[in-house]
């Protein structure tokens, strides 16, 4: 039997958010991030991509953070006697990519709902809804089983959000696994439902959004750490991005923490 003590979706933070719990919760907790964040594993801080879920034992110990200017995720904290959870072989506390989110995130809209609403069949609803979602867990979890370079393409899609001023090209990812750079396109985004090169600008944008917010660095040099050697390629791939420009969103994320200060 499951019974859902909170549950929800499309849960927003603020770039300075933690989450720690050292002793944990004494229920279970599972997020799905959609942004990037930092997370504690074996020992240490690991920053992870977006699309990640995560599965945290009763009592065990918890902490993850924002790495972008937002934390956006969906969360549920539950009991639950079930085998499908108790004895999943997803390790506890670590991270790894969800190959649909969307369909993970539409089971969350509907566990929401189930649980605000007081159906007659409402326990066994919550139960259905939460067999698929960890049936969807275990697809992506042994999809590196039986998916040549799962291992390896999720390792570089880590190493792109950890250090997104490398100059990363489509050849010398493509080199890594020595492999022709057309394949590697088709293959990372039929994996993570997006270009590696996209990615690349994705997570360049995370990191300039942090600066804008919370260090006085120039526009220019912003732009140079985040891996830019041309400052109007980074106001294009910015404002196409954010929809403003670097200075508009310095500008308004500055009045944003000003107020909140109040």
Request: hydrophobic fraction near 35%.
């Amino acid at each position: 039997m499951n019974n859902i003590r909170y549950v929800e979706f499309d849960a927003s933070h603020s770039g300075d958010f933690v989450f720690d719990i050292p002793k944990g919760h004494d229920c279970w907790l599972l997020v799905l991030t959609q942004t990037p964040a930092i997370f504690y594993v074996d020992n240490d801080y690991v920053e992870y991509p977006p699309n990640c879920a995560v599965l945290y034992k009763p009592n065990q110990k918890i902490y993850y953070q924002a790495s972008s200017d937002k934390f956006i995720n969906d969360w549920i904290r539950f009991d639950s006697d079930e085998t499908y959870v108790t004895s999943t072989p997803i390790p506890f506390g670590v991270p790894f990519i969800l190959r649909d989110p969307s369909y993970c995130h539409k089971i969350y809209q509907l566990l929401v709902n189930e649980h605000i609403l007081d159906n007659d069949y409402k326990d066994i609803s919550i139960d259905n809804l939460l067999r698929i979602l960890f049936n969807k867990l275990l697809e992506s979890y042994n999809y590196k089983y039986i998916t040549p370079f799962y291992k390896d393409l999720t390792n570089i899609k880590m190493e792109i959000y950890r250090n997104p001023d490398k100059e990363w090209t489509i050849a010398m990812m493509a080199d890594k696994l020595n492999i022709s750079a057309g394949y590697l396109e088709k293959i990372y985004k039929n994996i993570f439902g997006i270009t590696c090169m996209d990615d690349v600008i994705k997570s360049r944008i995370n990191l300039a959004k942090k600066y804008l917010m919370y260090h006085h660095y120039t526009i220019i040099e912003i732009a140079s750490l985040c891996g830019y050697r041309n400052i109007e390629h980074f106001y294009r791939q910015f404002k196409k991005i954010t929809g403003v420009t670097p200075n508009a969103f310095r500008k308004s994320s500055s009045q944003t923490m000003k107020c909140s200060e109040r």
